[in-house]
């Protein structure tokens, strides 16, 4: 019974740490932002860029430039997928940009070469945009035929649509800018401000309440509850309550609870932006540049989404919504789920498997990532504990190719998103490439000659190429009229 009531401790401390540190500034702009895209952006400006008639060589290099300005995690960026997808985006354009957002981003790929060196970021960026593409044009090719479907079937309520106005791309620029100000981790936005200290004598004995009922370990990239987490999680629940009651019915017109539900989600982004620091006798509340970023950018929202028609940004909240419907619960479950796993699952295993520049080594590796699942940016000083504990460079890459990637949580969302067999079939092919990647760099860290790994690159691309040439002719074979 004590090992089950660990576990479930496990599971609930990975859940309260999750939505204290990475829900409000990450998640919630992000499910805004893919309502928006949703009710707001036409089909046809989508599907110019990304769609499945676009041209491959505008599509696909679309597709991860648009990714890789976005520094966010494999659970974030499913809502802004959802949101391309079902706006008109062909599935292989859409599953290149949720490949190569989380590891491929500018702000992974500067860190990954300030704390492990510029040739593991070099690797990774080329690895992630060659197998990026790749993984998105197989998945275009083998779900072509439901790919046609769902470019016939997709917002069919708003693809009369012509042109986006200014104040929609405003509002999207808007929730663009809370979205990224609230993540990068950059001066002036870490900029300490003003500081006004609270006499809240009982700040400090409630952190030590916190971190003894989650119990966290730093140096693994684990996470505690702080006094400023508990408070987001209160927030987060009464968003949640008045959201029910002022967004369910937001297409029949707004009422007092849409009102307060936004207000709170507004409130709730400015809290999360500050600095909590419990002391003795009070606690410090740290104004930074982030604060007055992520305030401006909201009033910036604001102000545009005011030049919306009510049918324009009644459907833009009702979309949010029902992204939220779709999704949350079960990144809810997955996180608790991961929690649990990670009691069961010892870094130290991972470690003493991984020690060599093996397939198994490679492959356990991935899994790690994929279980083992970490907020953005924290997976790369996690690699550096894990090559300072012996971790051979080949399994750290399939690791941090895997980890952003991938996560149970992000596999669950994904399966309400496109279903089973599309979920899988990514599942496996960012599995294959990822190992792919860590023995091929590794080969080339344990001295293999680059001549040799280009060649064997090449006739490894050229098989891929070969097949997508075959299932191309398939395809378009099919598509002739009998």
């Known amino acids: 019974m004590s090992f089950v009531l660990h576990l479930l401790n496990g599971g609930a401390g990975n859940l309260a740490a999750y939505l204290a540190a990475h829900v409000l500034l990450c998640l919630l702009p992000a499910f805004f932002i893919a309502g928006a895209m949703a009710a707001l952006i036409p089909k046809a400006s989508i599907t110019r860029w990304l769609g499945r008639t676009s041209p491959r060589h505008v599509s696909y290099p679309a597709a991860a430039a648009a990714g890789s300005l ?134 400090e004995a409630w952190q030590a309440t916190l971190f003894a009922w989650v119990p966290f370990d730093a140096a693994k990239g684990e996470e505690g509850v702080s006094v400023q987490g508990s408070l987001l999680i209160a927030l987060l629940v009464l968003i949640g309550l008045t959201a029910y009651q002022g967004m369910e019915n937001i297409v029949e017109g707004a009422n007092r609870w849409t009102w307060i539900a936004l207000g709170l989600a507004a409130a709730t982004l400015l809290v999360a932006a500050l600095r909590f620091t419990p002391h003795t006798g009070g606690l410090e509340v740290a104004f930074t540049g982030r604060v007055f970023a992520v305030g401006l950018a909201l009033w910036a929202g604001r102000h545009f989404a005011e030049r919306l028609n009510p049918d324009d940004w009644r459907s833009w909240l009702w979309e949010s919504w029902r992204f939220v419907k779709q999704i949350f619960l079960l990144l809810v479950a997955g996180v608790f789920a991961v929690g649990v796993i990670r009691q069961l699952i010892q870094p130290e295993w991972i470690e003493a498997l991984a020690g060599r520049n093996s397939l198994p080594a490679n492959a356990v590796a991935v899994v790690f990532g994929v279980f083992m699942y970490f907020p953005t940016l924290v997976e790369v000083p996690v690699a550096r504990m894990f090559l300072d504990l012996g971790m051979h460079p080949g399994p750290l890459l399939a690791y941090l190719m895997a980890d952003p990637e991938l996560s149970l949580q992000s596999i669950l969302m994904l399966v309400m998103i496109i279903g089973r067999t599309k979920t899988f079939a990514y599942v496996g092919w960012v599995a294959v490439f990822s190992t792919v990647s860590g023995m091929v760099y590794g080969a080339w860290v344990d001295g293999v000659a680059l001549l040799w790994l280009a060649l064997g690159m090449a006739v490894a691309l050229a098989m891929i190429a070969g097949a997508l040439a075959w299932l191309h002719r398939r395809q378009h074979t099919a598509m002739q009229p009998s």
Request: charged residues 10%; hydrophobic residues 60%; proline residues 5%.
């Open 70 to 203: 976005l520094a966010v995690c494999s659970c974030t960026i499913v809502p802004l997928f959802a949101g391309i997808y079902r706006k008109g985006a062909g599935i292989g354009p859409a599953i290149t940009f949720l490949f190569f957002a989380p590891a491929g981003n500018i702000m992974a790929l500067a860190y990954t070469g300030s704390i492990l060196g510029v040739q593991f970021a070099v690797a990774r960026f080329v690895l992630c945009l060659v197998f990026g593409i790749g993984i998105g044009m197989l998945m275009a090719l083998l779900f072509w035929r439901d790919d046609v479907s769902h470019d016939a079937e997709t917002d069919a309520v708003f693809a009369d649509k012509a042109s986006i106005g200014t104040p929609a791309i405003c509002v999207l620029l808007s929730l663009i800018a809370v979205l990224i100000t609230g993540t990068l981790k950059l001066w002036p936005l870490t900029a300490i401000v003003a500081v006004v200290n609270l006499p809240l004598p009982w700040a």
